[in-house]
């Protein structure tokens, strides 16, 4: 499956992933993360049922606040 993550093609041999799998293959273990998938936000509670299709245009984003 091909996908545009964060602005890059990226292939995964799975057909169909959630969320958490795409998460846990590219190691993103940041604790606040803001994820879109084709412009539409998905809730973290969504990330272990939200799938993934080919050609899904996924944005992930690290939330990190200053002062």
Same mark, same amino acid.
């Not at 091909?2 to 602005?7: A, D, E, F, G, R």
């Not at 993934?52 to 002062?67: E, F, P, T, W």
């Given at each position: 499956? !091909?996908?545009?993550?964060? !602005?890059?093609?990226? +292939?995964? &041999? &799975? +057909?169909?992933?959630?969320? +958490?799998?795409l998460? &846990?293959? #590219? #190691? ?5 993360? /803001? ?6 936000l /998905? #809730? #973290? ?6 799938t /993934? !299709? ?5 944005? /992930?984003?690290?939330?990190? +606040?200053?002062?």
């Open positions: 499956m !091909n996908v545009l993550l964060n !602005n890059r093609e990226e +292939s995964f &041999e &799975e +057909s169909d992933l959630t969320i +958490s799998q998460l &846990e293959l #590219k #190691k993103y273990t940041f604790k606040m993360l /803001v994820i879109k998938v084709n412009g539409i /998905v #809730k #973290k509670d969504e990330y272990d049922t939200f /993934v !299709n080919g050609g899904d245009d996924i944005q /992930v984003l690290h939330l990190i +606040s200053g002062g």
